[in-house]
C-alpha cells in the first residue's frame, strides 16, 4: 500500500553517478551517491532508493528503457524520480510517456558528475524531487532549474542544455 | 514589464550565505554565493539577484522584514525566491504571507552553510527555484524536500527540521 | 619498538579540526577528520593517530601544552606531526622546544577548517607529513609551505601568515 | 638571477590537471589548477609556475621528457617540482636523473584529480613543496606520503601506490 507522499527514485546511472576509477584512470560506476545525498540534503520526504541499472544512456538499448517502464509499473508509490545519463533521457522519457502510466514521473540527471567539483547533480535532484511532488500525473523532464513535458523537450547538444523542441 | 518566466532571488543572508572569516575565526558575511551557484548548476531560467541584506535571521528586526516584503512588492516578477535563515524564517514567511501580494513567493535556505562540506543550500534552492514555478500565488517554504504553505509550518529545533504545525 | 619509519600524528584540535554544528549554528568540536585524510591521501607511511585534546589553541592554558608535551615524550615514534590551532602555535612549539625531546616534532595547522570549501589544512599536513621525515630532531612549524625552526617564527595576525621572527 | 628560496613547478598535466569536458563527457586537459591551488594554501614560497605541457603521461614520448628535461635546465630556480601523470612518472625521473642537473627537482602527482572528490593532489602537492626544498640536489619522487630517489622507487599498478623498487 501507497504512503500517501513517498517518492521512488529510480536510479540508472548517467554522468550523475559516474565515479573515477584510479585503477584505469577513466570514469565508470561502481556504486549510486543517492543515500549520501539523502543524508546531507535532510530531506524528509520518505524515499525508496531502487538501484535499477548503473548505465551510460548512450549505452541504453532498448530493453534497458523496458527495464525502467517495467519498474515504473510496479512501483506502489505513485510519485517516481527517474535518475538518467542527459544523452537519451528524452527517448526513456518518451517510452513512459507513451505508457500512460498514470503516475507523476520525473527524470533527471547531471552534466557533471556528482563526484566531480562543480557538479549541478544535487540541484537538480533538489529540483526533481520537487517537481515530481508538485506535478500532475504524466512524465516531466527536471533540467537547467525547468520543468518540461516529456513531448517538448530536446537535449540541445552545443549548448549542453535542454529546452522546448519549439521555441514559444 | 515582466518577463513571462523570469525569477527574482531576494538574498538576507542565514547560514546559506555564511563565509568563513580566517583573521576572525568565525562565519560572518562577506558576500552571496548566489552568482556562483546559478553559473554551476547550469539554470537557464532568467533569474535577477538582489542583495537585500546578508544578516542571521536570529537578529531580524520588523524592520528586516518590511525590507523583504518592500522587496517583494517592488518585484516587477511574480515569482520571487527568498534566501533566508531557518530560525526565523517562519516569522518572514508570515510577515509576507498576511500581505496578500498575489506572486508566488518561496522562502529556503540552509542548515550548513554552502561553504561548508554536506551543505543543504544547492538542494534547497533547486527545490525552492522548482517551487516558485508549479506552485499557486502565495507564500511558501521550501526546506527538507518538501513545500509547506507558511501558515502550517514550523521549524522543529531539536531536530532541524522543518515540519508541519499539526501533524496530518 | 620503534617502528623505523613510523610517524606519531598527536591531534589537539584547532581550526583543522573544527566542525560545524547545524544546531548552534557555529563551528565546534566533534571528532577529529584525521582518518578521512589519511584514505584519501593514500599516505602509505605507517601512521599513529592519537586524540591527545580538541581545543581552539586560544583557549589553551599551561595543563594543555604539558600534556602535548608528555604525549611527544611518551611516543615510541621519533617523528612527531602535531596538529594545533594557529593563534597559540608558536607557544606550544617553544614548550617542545625547550624540552630538548631528541625527536623530530612538526607543528601544523590550518588558516580555513577542513570542513570548508577552499581549506589550507590538507596541504599544510602533506608538508608536516614530509617535513617530519626529513628534519633533523627538534622542533618546528610547518605552514603556507615553509618549514621554520620553532625559535625564529611568529604568526603574523594581520596577514594570516606566519613569517621569520626577523626578515633575513 | 635566482631569488634564494623561489621554486619553480614545471607542469606537464597528468592525472593531477584532469577536467571535466562536459560536452565530450570525458576527462580531458583545459587548463591548470595550480594558480587556484596556489591561492587556497596559502603558500608564501616564491613560486613560479610554467606551463610546460599538458598531456597523460601513458602518451608521452622521448620528446616530451626531453622537453621536461630542458624546462628543468633553463630553470633559474635550484628547486623544481614537476607535476605528471604517475603511470610514467618514473620514467620521465630517469631522463632527469641521468641528467645530473646538480638541482633539486621533485616530481608529484595524484591518482584522483584535483577536480574530483576525495583527490590526493593537493596533499601530494604539500608533499612536493615541501621535500623540495629539504632535500639534496638530485631526483626525487613525492608520491603517498613518501619520498622516494628516482632511482629506488617504482608505481605498484596493482595498489596504486609508488613503493620501494627492492623492499629494504
Known amino acids: 500500500m501507497e504512503r500517501s507522499s513517498a517518492i521512488r527514485v529510480i536510479i540508472t546511472g548517467g554522468t550523475f553517478d559516474k565515479h573515477y576509477d584510479e585503477v584505469?584512470?577513466?570514469?565508470?560506476?561502481?556504486?549510486?551517491?543517492?543515500?549520501?545525498?539523502?543524508?546531507?540534503?535532510?530531506c524528509t520526504v520518505p524515499i525508496e532508493l531502487e538501484l535499477n541499472q548503473l548505465i551510460d544512456s548512450?549505452?541504453?538499448?532498448?530493453?534497458?528503457?523496458?527495464?525502467?517502464?517495467?519498474?515504473?509499473?510496479?512501483?506502489?508509490?505513485?510519485?517516481?524520480?527517474?535518475?538518467?545519463?542527459?544523452?537519451?533521457?528524452?527517448?526513456?522519457?518518451?517510452?513512459?510517456?507513451r505508457a500512460a502510466l498514470g503516475k507523476t514521473v520525473v527524470l533527471t540527471g547531471a552534466m557533471v558528475p556528482?563526484?566531480?567539483?562543480?557538479?549541478?547533480?544535487?540541484?537538480?535532484?533538489g529540483c526533481a524531487v520537487t517537481a515530481v511532488q508538485q506535478c500532475t500525473p504524466g512524465v516531466w523532464?527536471?533540467?537547467?532549474?525547468?520543468?518540461?513535458?516529456?513531448?517538448?523537450?530536446r537535449k540541445n547538444r552545443d549548448l549542453g542544455v535542454f529546452e522546448p523542441k519549439e521555441e514559444p
Open 141 to 153: 523532464i527536471a533540467m537547467n532549474g525547468r520543468v518540461f513535458r516529456w513531448d517538448v523537450v
Open 24 to 42: 584505469k584512470g577513466s570514469l565508470t560506476f561502481k556504486d549510486t551517491h543517492l543515500p549520501e545525498i539523502l543524508r546531507f540534503t535532510r
Open 114 to 125: 556528482y563526484m566531480v567539483t562543480n557538479s549541478d547533480a544535487v540541484f537538480n535532484f
Open 58 to 97: 548512450l549505452e541504453m538499448r532498448t530493453q534497458n528503457r523496458l527495464q525502467v517502464l517495467e519498474a515504473c509499473r510496479r512501483s506502489p508509490e505513485r510519485r517516481i524520480v527517474v535518475t538518467h545519463g542527459t544523452d537519451t533521457m528524452v527517448e526513456t522519457a518518451e517510452v513512459l510517456g
